[in-house]
């Protein structure tokens, strides 16, 4: 049986127990050793634990400090999670197409929807694929946005041998039990070092709590807006041991993902289907492997054909402004092109670090059975 996710992780249970044994309170050994992983080894200076990735972009849009009327562009072709955090910080949400190559923002139409109110970009590094960093730099730089990176599926991933999350004035990473490092729920807040204060203050309910607690000042108070939004230590603590085997566990993905890339090379070489592409440059963590049909037929043909296997396959967004919330803000469906292709002709294909290669090339034989006809 092939499962869409990996199981159960021993490490991952004797962690939560240990940490059951030496205190909840957030902050503490594990939610600390987590954080110095980072701020070392996985090239995240600044960073704050987070109970999701959604709630690390809401802090974000909301350090952006948006004025009604200003206009931050993201991709349609997304999950949910930034378009609200743009909206519930008091920014209007611009979709812009994707590169259908990476299905990552289309650098060039972006830049056409720049208009006087743009202040920001909210770019997603879909499947741990860096977007088009030096043209999106570029255009930050050129219109003065800043740069928001939604890596929630790009932990470990890096662009040039930069970490991505750790590019932008403010990045997101995801814990949910769908990414490739788990806590359940969970996520993490990257930021420019001058961003800090201002960052630290507002996950503690608006207060310097977290500068009282190193000893820095003699109490705290409330200094502005904020929420509650420290990651619990339960979850950091099922994270930690997951992010200490991080090597094995994307070599083991990246197996998977070239048994996949090896089995597939001669349909994509007539054509049948496009296999995931990972542009020079880009490291990633094996988060997704996907392909792409020529048509929705073709693809709803290959998932039928292997879920009639039981091997799970997965299509995967709905364009955001192809959903009702996308049209009650005006989006007509013909808008992004781009968009509602990828929707309609990918395919997610199992990975994990628990398959091994003669497991990729069973998927791809069943896969090439049902489209080779
Ligand atoms: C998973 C995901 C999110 C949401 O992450 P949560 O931790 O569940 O809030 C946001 N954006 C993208 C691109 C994701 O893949």
Not at 67 to 85: C, R
């Amino acid at each position: 049986m092939i499962s869409f996710y990996p199981g159960q992780q021993p490490d991952v249970a004797e962690a939560v127990k240990d940490c059951a044994r030496r205190g909840l309170f957030s902050g503490g050994h594990y939610a600390r050793a987590v954080e110095k992983l980072f701020q070392g080894e996985l090239g995240a200076r600044n960073l704050l634990l987070t109970p999701s990735c959604t709630a690390a972009l809401i802090m974000a849009c909301r350090l952006l400090r948006l004025e009604p009327g200003d206009e931050v562009i993201l991709p349609s072709y997304n999950f949910p999670a930034a378009a609200n955090a743009v909206l519930l910080a008091g920014g209007t949400p611009v979709f812009a197409d994707i590169d259908p190559r990476t299905q990552n923002l289309s650098v060039p139409d972006a830049a056409q929807r720049v208009t006087k109110r743009t202040r920001a970009i909210v770019a997603v590094h879909y499947a741990s694929v860096a977007c088009d960093m030096d043209a999106l730099n570029g255009l930050c730089a050129r219109e003065k946005l800043d740069l928001v990176e939604d890596a929630a599926q790009a932990v470990a991933a890096t662009y040039r041998g930069r970490s991505l999350g750790a590019i932008g004035r403010f990045g997101c990473y995801s814990f949910h039990a769908t990414k490739v490092f788990s806590s359940g729920e969970g996520g993490a807040l990257c930021f420019a070092k001058g961003d800090a204060a201002a960052a630290e203050v507002y996950r503690d309910n608006g207060t310097d709590r977290e500068a009282f607690l190193r000893g820095e000042s003699p109490g705290y108070s409330w200094r502005g807006l904020g929420e509650s939004a420290r990651m619990g230590e339960l979850p950091a603590a099922a994270l930690y041991p997951q992010l200490v085997r991080r090597e094995e566990i994307i070599k083991r993905r990246l197996n998977v993902h070239r048994a996949y890339d090896r089995a597939l090379l001669h349909a994509a070489r007539r054509g049948l289907l496009t296999p995931m592409a990972v542009p020079e440059g880009c490291g990633i963590n094996g988060h997704i492997y996907y392909v792409r049909f020529r048509s929705e037929a073709d693809r709803e043909r290959a998932r039928a054909a292997l879920l009639s296997e039981g091997i799970p396959a997965l299509t995967h967004y709905v364009p955001l402004h192809l959903s009702p919330m996308g049209k009650s803000l005006g989006y007509e469906p013909d808008d992004l092109p781009e968009s509602k292709r990828a929707c309609e002709t990918l395919l997610r294909l199992p990975i994990h670090e628990q398959m091994g290669e003669d497991d990729a090339a069973l998927v791809a034989d069943k896969l090439l059975k049902a489209v080779d006809r």
